[in-house]
Nanobody
Framework: QVQLVESGGGLVQPGGSLRLSCAASGFTLDYYVIAWFRQAPGKEREGISCIAGSDGSTTYADSVKGRFTISGDNAKNTVYLQMNSLKSDDTAIYYC?????????????????WGQGTQVTVSS
């Protein structure tokens, strides 16, 4: 059974950095993508970044491009989201999700497995 466990959230001041981790287990797929989504209070869950397991290609939402970096460590079955220059608008619960696919997508319905989420709060 696929399990995704996020960690690394917390409280950070504007302009600060955090690194989120998504530890994946229980799958032996030849092809998959892992994405980060976030959901702020009163807003829809939005896809912000994704990495494809087949070739390591990545995508970013415009709102985080240039500030966030997604990466993967195959040996540890872990995907990271390095978040720099954080703003108050980045405050949200961050989720990682896995889809059986070759290509990244920000369509929430395309993801089969989800982690429990980790809270990120950007505030002075």
């Amino acid at each position: 059974q696929v399990q995704l466990v996020e960690s690394g959230g917390g409280l950070v001041q504007p302009g600060g950095s955090l690194r989120l981790s998504c530890a994946a287990s229980g799958f032996t797929l030849d092809y998959y993508v892992i994405a980060w989504f976030r959901q702020a209070p009163g807003k829809e869950r939005e896809g912000i970044s994704c990495i494809a397991g087949s070739d390591g290609s990545t995508t970013y939402a415009d709102s985080v491009k240039g500030r966030f970096t997604i990466s993967g460590d195959n040996a540890k079955n872990t995907v990271y989201l390095q978040m720099n220059s954080l703003k108050s608008d980045d405050t949200a619960i961050y989720y990682c999700a896995l889809a059986r696919d070759y290509y990244c997508s920000d369509y929430r319905g395309g993801y089969d497995y989800w982690g429990q989420g980790t809270q990120v709060t950007v505030s002075s």
